[in-house]
């Protein structure tokens, strides 16, 4: 069978029956926003954005490639995921544009949070106050973390500020859906009892009135965290992208400023953390980034549900790319057997298909390319599975092979 490379703009892919839905943009947060006005003015929840800190540096990705790499967690090559070298100026005018649009994008019940660290804090809380409004600052969320590294010039820096501004007065914040038993009561000077069912819990009396609080009741979070860990070196949850947050940090926050079936937007999604968290809780998702890393990050973290991605395929000439495929009693068996894309970096003993990052069979449609099974690598699979099977269904039977630099080829199945 020949392969005929063609451009694809969107990549379908369907999750199970009333599975959350979104979408995944690779490009320009002002641009991708723009264009989402027409349809989604007014209709987002929740708004988490993780925007560059003002540092002055350029973040890279280590992106392990073929079997053994990523069996053994280490190696790789090094690939720029975003520049943080924008001057003042620059900055605060992106992050303007990106604010303006995204409190047009939220409903009147809305939230937004924007996580920064002290560089950029005290010149992002004047301008969310101007464009929000200071009387609808609702907290500054103080994230404390353990990791790496001790300062002996001055007080070691081990916090990020999250400012978290309502749309109108007319906000739906749920605390109820974050509240946690502690790990261990705080002590204090209540005394302490046991009920007759076991339960410990403590008592003080004041202006005559005995108060009572369970050691296991749920308490809600203040705007201090400490309870949630920076993401270790080895932290299985990594996915190599830097300045990625763990997962339950933003659970926490989807879960609090929305619910099932609301619409969540991170207009720098970066590791795709606030997708998988939306995800996760039954809430329909929005991601932009400019990075093409992310579109490889976010085929394994979306999984299972119905989303599409957004994103033009590269340019012409495609790597050549061979498979075979057989027609069985209703289905296809399609079998990836060459793939040479021209990587600087890359290992030149490695195995043949080493570039593959993931791939897929579908089917190119009117609307663009539905997925119909799909393979990505990772640690528990390193090896690339080399043969997927798909029902035969109306469309042209096409493929989609994406390399570990983030791009992704298309190519047409043409029947001899």
Known sequence: MALRPVNVSREWHSGVENCPKGIFCLGDAVENLEALLPEYEGKVKVVYMDPPFMTGDRFYMRVRVGEEQWQKGRGGIALETFSDQMSRDEYLGLLRRVLELCHRLLSDAGMIF???????????????????????????????????GRSVRHFSRKHDVILFYRKTARYDFNIDAVKTVPAQP?????????????????????????????????????????????????????????????????????????????????????????????????????????????????????????????????????????????MGVGFYRVVLERFDVDIPGLPEDGAPLDAVDNWSVGYLRPEGYRVMAEFARTRREGALRRELSVPVYSGELALCVSDVTGRSFYYAVERE
């Open 114 to 148: 924007v996580h920064i660290d002290y560089r950029a804090h005290p010149h992002v809380r004047l301008l969310l106050d101007e464009l929000f409004g200071e009387d609808n600052l609702l907290n500054e969320i103080i994230w404390v973390y353990q990791s790496g």
């Open 186 to 326: 705080k002590p204090n000077h209540m005394r302490r009892h046991v009920d007759p069912d076991g339960r410990i819990y403590r008592s003080i009396r004041s202006n005559g009135k005995v108060y009572t609080y369970y050691d296991d009741e749920p308490v809600a979070p203040t705007d201090v965290w400490q309870d949630l860990n920076h993401l270790q070196q080895k932290d299985p949850e990594r996915t190599g992208y830097d300045a990625q947050k763990p997962l339950a940090l933003l659970n926490r926050i989807v879960q609090c400023a929305s619910r099932p079936g609301e619409l969540v937007l991170d207009p720098f999604a970066g590791s795709c953390t606030t997708l998988e968290a939306a995800r996760r809780g039954g809430r329909d998702f929005i991601g932009i980034d400019r990075c093409p890393l992310t579109v490889n990050i976010a085929r394994r973290r979306l999984a299972g549900a119905d989303y599409c991605i957004e994103a033009a395929s590269p340019l012409d000439p495609a790597p050549a790319c061979e498979a075979s495929v057989d």
